[in-house]
């Protein structure tokens, strides 16, 4: 289990495959730790240098007092590219992870050589919603948004078909820290990466789960818009963590995006 002392803090990340490779890097969404990814990275580790992280607040990595920004984020996965001395990276955000990657591209566009954002957006949700979210938390726990925010994350068919799965990504939500997760949903709640999204130069796929209830499709879709030039495509029978719900078609329709724009 490799970590990181970055910005005061400690960082766990794992850095996989071949180092001679391309380079992708996931940033995971709010209440979730890198294990998500693990059904796409088996995938793609022969093929790529892969590098995960947990961001402050979540996983193993150290939960700092809050708020937090998504400027804190992004100089945590900014130490960790220095780090380990990669460039030419494409980032794959999910959720609060896609405002990081747009955060990371504002500030060091260079390192960058494509991004895709899952069920993400320039802007997520409102000021009132996650102001109430981060009350409801710091009075009853994040057991309190659990059912809730399962529905969210997980299509109809996934809660009737696996049951035990949702369970365990239950179990990884509620186990979140509450400093982190508020911490985040600060993060969120401020964040507006609208001007970002309008000035994104790289390969760009946006993509989201077509029963995705936290960042619906028309949201993402609004998000693609934006972005000059980029891609756009619903993942069909998914909620908001495909990576979960549909890890083979989430790889496939990457490795198809890096090999149309000559990346792979």
Request: net charge negative; charged share 25%; hydrophobic share 40%.
């Amino acid at each position: 289990m490799p970590f990181l002392r970055v910005n005061d803090i400690v960082i766990h990340y794992i850095d996989e495959g071949n180092k001679d490779s391309p380079v992708i890097l996931f940033s995971n969404s709010l209440g979730t730790d890198f294990r998500i990814w693990d059904g796409v990275v088996k995938n793609l580790k022969d093929n790529f240098r892969v590098i995960r992280y947990d961001k402050r607040g979540h996983g193993l990595s150290s939960c700092p007092e809050a708020p937090y920004s998504i400027n804190d984020h992004v100089k945590d996965l900014t130490a960790i590219i220095d780090y380990l001395d990669v460039r030419d990276i494409t980032v794959v955000g999910l959720s609060v992870g896609g405002l990081i990657a747009q955060g990371l591209y504002s500030f060091h566009p260079k390192l960058i050589k494509a991004i895709i954002l899952a069920d993400t957006a320039h802007k997520i949700l409102t000021k009132d919603i996650w102001n109430s979210r981060i009350e409801i938390v710091n009075k009853l726990g994040l057991e309190a948004l659990a059912d809730g925010t399962m529905e969210r994350w997980f299509s109809e068919s996934y809660h009737k078909k696996h049951p035990e799965n949702l369970e365990g990504a239950r179990n990884m939500f509620v186990r979140t820290p509450v400093t982190g997760y508020i911490g985040t949903c600060t993060a969120i709640r401020d964040a507006d990466l609208t001007s970002v999204a309008k000035n994104i130069n790289v390969p760009v796929l946006c993509l989201v789960g077509s029963e995705d209830g936290s960042t619906p499709p028309e949201v993402v879709r609004e998000t693609s818009e934006l972005i000059p030039n980029s891609e756009f495509y619903i993942i069909n029978d998914s909620g908001h963590l495909p990576c979960l719900e549909r890890p083979s078609e989430f790889t496939k329709l990457i490795m198809n995006f890096l090999n149309r724009n000559n990346i792979c």
